[in-house]
């Protein structure tokens, strides 16, 4: 299985997580966002909207990182997929609301201290309130069960991970500190082992 994506892409930290915690071997081939390389044409062939990650299993192409994820999780018995149709329910649940509910907030700040693409403070004030609300919102779920989707880590956390990581280094870093469930759940999934190893530490 190739991966072609840039270690620092937070979608395809989404997808080298579910690989290192799958245990499910793969080569990573660069995708140089310095030389351009998302915007030409071999990398459009794998991934037309000039994105990463792509994969190729094999023969087999997919791309968009939350698909990705799903497939090398149910190619290796789905040991991040809750078997209980409620919790899987959940995770799904979670899943989604991570894509419309919370990583467009997080991504204004990442935008603006990580990759140093300027927000107003306009836009910043903004998208705080909407991580107020889903902190909040996570704070609820995590009240009564260790994990989004409830007692087992699943795809759900794994799917937040990139954004909650960038936005640790981010102005926003305190909002996580003011949801004390919220911030143990992190300290607890940012210590696996497999994520070191996602993230290069």
Not at 68 to 85: E, V
Request: with cysteine.
């Amino acid at each position: 299985m190739k991966i072609f994506g840039h270690p620092a892409s937070t979608c395809t930290r989404k997808v080298l997580m579910t690989l290192n915690e799958t245990q499910t071997p793969f080569e990573f081939v660069l995708v140089d966002f310095a030389k351009g390389e998302h915007k030409q044409p071999p990398h459009l062939a794998r991934q037309p909207f000039g994105q990463v990650p792509a994969l190729d299993d094999d023969g087999f192409k997919m791309y968009e990182s939350r698909a990705m994820a799903r497939y090398i999780d149910g190619k290796a018995s789905a040991p991040l997929t809750p078997k209980d149709a409620r919790a899987k329910a959940l995770m799904e649940q979670w899943i989604s609301i991570e894509t419309s509910n919370f990583t467009s907030h997080a991504m204004k700040f990442v935008y603006h201290s990580v990759f140093k693409r300027e927000q107003t403070p306009e836009v910043l004030k903004t998208a705080g309130a909407g991580l107020d609300l889903a902190y909040a919102t996570m704070a609820q779920q995590l009240a009564n069960q260790p994990f989004l989707a409830g007692e087992t880590f699943s795809l759900a956390d794994v799917c937040f991970m990139p954004y909650v990581e960038y936005m640790t280094l981010s102005p926003a870093a305190g909002k996580l500190s003011e949801h004390a469930r919220v911030a143990d759940w992190w300290d607890r999934i940012s210590s696996r082992p497999a994520w070191g190893k996602t993230v290069g530490r």
